[in-house]
């Protein structure tokens, strides 16, 4: 009997976790790295910093998107499963609890830190040569940049920017208790380094946080007052990120409308205020009652500091364990350098897979294509580019060369539009033709195609990837790349780029799975031939990699197909709402997540098909606007030899008993551990086995 949620849903109401409460799992499972003592001591700063940075983001996007579903009141219940009031609730009652957990495990690396003679003092415990010290830098590099705002004198509050970090501060004038005024400092950590490496007292090493150097200074601002005592507390608010688009105004192009909606996010609506729990009841009530603040607000008490994002720079000091070992990039078996990529291409399809291999191939490739004659175009996709992009320098180049260029740039990619904005002029300015998507869609797939004329034939040359044409998080997300010639595959890629210019040209795809077109269907047509299969006693499995696995329908599908007795394996590194292991609904899918020094970004699909399985990569999470409101691409991996370089990093992946983590109902996140058995760190072995074929 097939599962039907329809007619079971009383039954199986309580089947899903919330996005939004997965989510925080998934951010204490990045805790729990800044926690881990088998992590280096430096790197488990910055995985404070990284759960700081997702913390932000989720205020800015889901909380943010939770609050605006209030008002929809019992639709948002039938969208979400929850009340939103409720889930805001549940947010704030776990943020609060794991808050308590982060400031026990700063001071817990604090002490550890003092172990390695390295120590992060504050502006009051600093010697008097420090102090000096301190004090010069102040003047010579500090307070140029600050721009204090004195509150009484203003008409109106000045708003609080996202992303940055203040000091409010309180001035007391001695003996005179109603002269009391308050200040407001933005600390520029966008222009300054949030840390200062103090000069080594014998071997001992210091660093002061900006805020405090700031602290230090504050006779000095303020001097011109008479002011005597200071009193500073760091606050900082979030804003939804949200972007309203005017589309009832035809007067203006989408790029014209973006780059106005960017402007006005930052004065979006507050999501959650973080304020130094120190802070006077009648100070803070300035900031609440300033910011219009409501019950629905998420205020939050926190310690001295914030902004912890920035510790994802905290500087690279002490011994050498401090760190990671370095895992420098490797050389792929079959590429030689000397020789021509798009001649090796046109043999075999190759895979390259970040961040163990290099990045640099693909700018070699497309190098390569802008200065070969016999290329004609070059059309690509670009969804995130580094900040100093080759790939960018590289089509710039093609078009000097000669060729026709076409990009695909996505001004809806979020906290990269206004970086989205700068390369469409840059490009545009080269010659370089620009396409804005599709409208209502956007387009989040990875995809290049090379024209080369070869002997009187239009010959193509792809690649389609996981993950964006950025050689900056190439370093640090794992992800997987395929080049290819295949006829089929290109043929297809081709399509695509022609629905980018002509989006009423539909096409028929014989290899590529598009959404919003066909990833549902197919999908669900491939997992109904593991449940065929499952009930005529052959073998029948699915194993699926991805970021986050959230939509219903699918997770209905892969309970089906539990039910049916498909044996189910799941690698999903954020949200996951799929409950595994669930007595009469999932009892045959297991569920694990890997949180270590890379970030687990690319998606695996495989599926046993009766022994002759079939592999895929894809752009594709299983979410909701993946499948239906994006244009995404899950490419079949044909060659036998790739194949097995993906099957064995799976293998891997779930052998992990270092750095995987067991995803279950109580979202406990805890470790797979097997004492009797040696350890298997994923992201080591994998680089081990690539390292050996290499060799």
């Known amino acids: 009997m097939i599962y039907d949620r329809n007619d079971d849903m009383a039954k199986y109401e309580n089947n899903f976790i919330n996005r939004e409460i997965s989510w925080l799992s998934f951010n204490m499972r990045v805790l729990q790295e800044a926690a881990d003592p088998s992590t280096p001591l430096i790197e488990r700063i910055k995985f404070l910093g990284i759960f700081s940075s997702n913390l932000d983001e989720f205020f800015r996007v889901r909380v943010a998107t939770v609050k605006r579903m209030v008002i929809a009141g019992k639709k948002a219940k039938a969208l979400i499963g929850k009340c939103p009031e409720d889930i805001l609730n549940e947010i704030q009652q776990i943020v609060i609890r794991q808050q308590n957990r982060f400031d026990e495990i700063y001071q817990n690396i604090l002490k550890e830190l003092e172990k390695e003679k390295i120590f992060i003092i504050n502006e009051k415990q600093l010697t008097p040569e420090q102090e000096a010290f301190v004090q010069s830098y102040f003047h010579q590099e500090v307070r140029s940049t600050l721009f204090p705002v004195m509150i009484e004198n203003l008409k109106q509050f000045p708003v609080l920017k996202d992303h940055s970090v203040y000091l409010a501060v309180r001035l007391h004038k001695e003996n005179k208790a109603r002269s009391v005024k308050h200040a407001l400092i933005e600390v520029p950590t966008g222009i300054i380094s949030r840390f200062l490496v103090l000069p080594r007292s014998d071997d001992n090493m210091y660093i002061i946080l900006l805020d405090d150097v700031i602290r230090l200074g504050l006779g000095v601002i303020f001097s011109m007052f008479g002011f005597t005592r200071f009193e500073a507390y760091t606050i900082k608010l979030t804003r939804d990120s949200e972007l309203d688009i005017d589309d009832e105004d035809i007067t203006k192009s989408f790029f014209e409308k973006m780059s106005k909606s960017?402007?006005?996010?930052?004065?979006?609506?507050?999501?959650?205020?973080?304020?130094?729990?120190?802070?006077?009841?009648?100070?803070?009530?300035?900031?609440?009652?300033?910011?219009?603040?409501?019950?629905?607000?998420?205020?939050?008490?926190?310690?001295?500091?914030?902004?912890?994002?920035?510790?994802?720079?905290?500087?690279?000091?002490?011994?050498?364990?401090?760190?990671?070992?370095?895992?420098?990039?490797?050389?792929?078996?079959?590429?030689?350098?000397?020789?021509?990529?798009?001649?090796?291409?046109?043999?075999?399809?190759?895979?390259?897979?970040?961040?163990?291999?290099?990045?640099?191939?693909?700018?070699?490739?497309?190098?390569?294509?802008?200065?070969?004659?016999?290329?004609?175009?070059?059309?690509?996709?670009?969804?995130?580019?580094?900040?100093?992009?080759?790939?960018?320098?590289?089509?710039?180049r093609a078009v000097r060369n000669g060729k026709s260029v076409t990009a695909v740039i996505e001004l809806k990619a979020r906290f990269d539009e206004e970086a989205n904005i700068y390369w469409t002029d840059r490009l545009r300015e080269e010659g370089v033709s620009i396409i804005h998507g599709v409208p209502n869609l956007k387009v989040h797939c990875k995809l290049c195609l090379i024209t080369r004329k070869e002997k009187g034939e239009t010959v193509y040359y792809a690649n389609i990837g996981t993950g964006n044409y950025n050689e900056k998080t190439a370093r640090i997300y794992s992800d997987h790349s395929l080049f290819t010639s295949h006829p089929g595959i290109t043929s297809d890629v081709k399509k695509i780029f022609d629905f980018f210019e002509n989006n009423y040209k539909t096409s028929t795809y014989h290899h590529l799975i598009i959404s919003p077109f066909l990833t549902r269907k197919k999908m669900n047509a491939l997992i109904k031939n593991e449940m065929i299969n499952a009930r005529k006693g052959k073998k029948a499995y699915i194993i699926l990699k991805m970021n986050s696995l959230v939509d219903e329908k699918m997770i209905d599908r892969l309970y089906t197909a539990s039910r049916a007795g498909v044996k189910i394996?799941?690698?999903?590194?954020?949200?996951?709402?799929?409950?595994?292991?669930?007595?009469?609904?999932?009892?045959?899918?297991?569920?694990?997540?890997?949180?270590?020094?890379?970030?687990?970004?690319?998606?695996?699909?495989?599926?046993?098909?009766?022994?002759?399985?079939?592999?895929?990569?894809?752009?594709?999470?299983?979410?909701?606007?993946?499948?239906?409101?994006?244009?995404?691409?899950?490419?079949?991996?044909?060659?036998?030899?790739?194949?097995?370089?993906?099957?064995?990093?799976?293998?891997?992946?779930?052998?992990?008993?270092?750095?995987?983590?067991?995803?279950?109902?109580?979202?406990?996140?805890?470790?797979?551990?097997?004492?009797?058995?040696?350890?298997?760190?994923?992201?080591?072995?994998?680089?081990?086995f690539l390292k050996q074929k290499v060799q």
């Open 262 to 396: 960017v402007k006005q996010r930052r004065k979006g609506t507050p999501v959650r205020f973080v304020y130094d729990s120190r802070i006077p009841p009648d100070f803070l009530k300035i900031f609440v009652l300033k910011n219009r603040l409501t019950d629905t607000d998420t205020l939050i008490p926190g310690g001295k500091y914030h902004n912890f994002k920035d510790f994802m720079g905290f500087p690279s000091i002490g011994s050498e364990n401090l760190q990671y070992m370095p895992l420098p990039p490797l050389p792929h078996n079959d590429i030689n350098p000397d020789s021509s990529l798009l001649s090796l291409i046109r043999k075999k399809d190759l895979m390259l897979h970040y961040p163990y291999q290099s990045f640099h191939y693909f700018i070699d490739l497309l190098r390569e294509a802008s200065i070969d004659p016999k290329v004609v175009s070059i059309k690509i996709t670009l969804y995130r580019v580094a900040r100093d992009s080759n790939v960018v320098n590289a089509l710039i």
């Open 569 to 688: 394996n799941l690698i999903v590194r954020g949200s996951c709402s799929l409950i595994p292991g669930k007595k009469g609904l999932s009892e045959n899918i297991q569920a694990i997540s890997i949180i270590d020094r890379f970030l687990e970004h690319s998606r695996i699909f495989v599926f046993c098909n009766d022994g002759d399985e079939k592999y895929f990569i894809s752009s594709c999470d299983w979410m909701t606007r993946n499948l239906d409101r994006r244009i995404e691409v899950t490419c079949p991996i044909y060659d036998k030899e790739i194949q097995t370089e993906l099957r064995t990093l799976l293998d891997i992946q779930f052998k992990d008993n270092t750095k995987a983590r067991i995803l279950n109902e109580t979202q406990d996140n805890p470790y797979k551990r097997e004492p009797d058995k040696p350890p298997v760190q994923t992201q080591i072995d994998f680089y081990e």
